[in-house]
């Protein structure tokens, strides 16, 4: 109570004959002043509600806290949530307000637990439900890990060391304060092999991800280029479409190949890695930079239907026999591939015809409205694109096969 008369005297109130301690239902539990400058109160009722004329005058938080980002499920783990009694404050610090000078304290169930507010409103909540699902509309008010997060640069097999990762709770607030970002308003968390174990962002839209698996490890921009340009092994990859999330698609035999699925239906709608959207890249040496593409799950090939001429489609077609040996006495040219690296660009390749560097394969044909349909041999960078044509730029994201 004497702090609370000396630091009420500091803001400018008063004290009125030596008279500030009571009992009262309307006045700020605590310590208060009436107004700016007013008179000092001091109200030993715990239950009494403020009717909005006295203001707090509370202790500085001890805790940093920081606002985390508005998204679906985002929370603060349980023992970073700020506690009722130091919400308004908390809140306050990071640029929260009261509704019409009320603190608004429930329980809802699209909300997330404790101190948090409003995104749109920056209205401060405090909810009871312990079980809330944050809908995306609310940024969680956190307390702030007590050490700094760094930004390790993307490389291959790039992970923290043991005992130096975020936990799942604090990876959005340690990720957040290195330039990452919700994709979509998601947290992303997941089982993946191709990706590093604990937090991490994706380099290329800088979204937060959270990996599970304790054995993954990280494809990265460096590791692509590696070993696409110094493997003399057979690698495993995945095709995707430079400018979109589209990767290709090999079906069956003497069917066109096509740009089909997201990452999601590539590496997770089939228990895993679909082995249709799965190549195998096997050297060609007789000549640089040169490449067979097969399925990855049978002995097919992929080829240029009627040879490497503008316009014809790319079909899996013949198997190993024929696409290196009987088709044509020795290696077809409508079989092998050449792979070129783009330099302003991260891992972006050309996959052009091994006969002729004017030609290379075209994700979608260009009288079409959807991108989603076959992959063609096309001559230059394509005059239907104005310019430079995105689809026939790919990205290759692989691992070595075999030894």
């Known amino acids: ?42 109200n030993a009722n715990r239950s009494a509600i403020n009717d909005g004329r006295y203001s707090p005058i509370c202790k500085a938080l001890e805790k940093k806290v920081k606002l985390s980002l508005s998204g679906e499920g985002i929370k603060c783990s349980k023992k970073r949530q700020v506690s009722v009694e130091e919400c308004i404050a908390a809140a306050s610090s990071v640029g929260g307000k009261l509704r019409d000078g009320k603190f608004l304290i429930g329980h809802w169930p699209n909300v997330p637990p404790g101190c948090f507010i409003g995104a749109s409103d920056k209205t401060i909540y405090f909810s009871r439900n312990p079980s809330g699902y944050n809908d995306g509309n609310y940024q969680p008010v956190c307390i702030k890990v007590g050490y700094e997060a760094i930004l390790e640069p993307p490389g291959f097999g790039s992970r923290c060391e043991e005992g130096y990762n975020f936990s799942a ?19 992303l968390v997941g089982y993946w092999s191709g990706k590093p174990y604990g937090c991490f962002i994706d380099e290329s839209d800088k979204s937060i991800h959270f990996g599970t698996n304790p054995d993954g490890s990280e494809i990265s921009y460096e590791k692509e280029n590696f070993l696409i340009e110094n493997s003399k092994a057979s690698l495993k990859c995945f095709i995707k479409e430079s400018g979109q999330d589209l990767y290709m698609h090999g079906p069956d035999n003497r069917s066109n190949v096509t740009m089909y699925g997201n990452e999601d239906y590539a590496k997770n709608s089939c228990n895993g890695s679909c082995p249709n959207s799965l190549f195998v890249l096997e050297k060609e040496p007789s000549q640089p930079d040169a490449w067979y593409i097969k399925a990855s799950d049978r002995d097919l090939y992929m080829s240029v239907s009627g040879g490497n001429n503008h316009g014809n489609y790319v079909v899996m077609y013949g198997n190993e026999e024929y696409a290196k040996k009987t088709q044509c006495n020795g290696p077809c040219p409508n079989f092998v591939f050449v792979l070129e690296k783009v330099s302003w660009r991260f891992n972006s390749w050309y996959i052009k015809a091994s006969d002729n560097e004017n030609l290379n394969l075209l994700g979608g044909r260009p009288s079409f409205t959807n991108d989603d349909n076959a992959v063609i041999m096309f001559e230059g960078q394509g005059a239907e694109c104005k310019g430079f044509c995105p689809r026939g730029l790919f990205n290759l994201e692989c691992t070595i096969l075999d030894g």
Not at 22 to 29: I, K, N, P, S, T
Not at 169 to 187: F, M, N, Q, T, W
């Open 1 to 42: 109570m004497e702090d609370c008369i000396k630091e009420g005297i500091l803001l400018g109130g008063y004290v009125k004959d030596n008279n500030f301690l009571g009992y009262w239902r309307h006045v700020a539990f605590g310590c208060s002043v009436l107004g700016e400058g007013g008179r000092i109160f001091y």
């Open 169 to 187: 709770d604090d990876c959005i607030s340690a990720a957040e304060s290195v330039g990452g970002i919700l994709r979509g308003g998601k947290y």
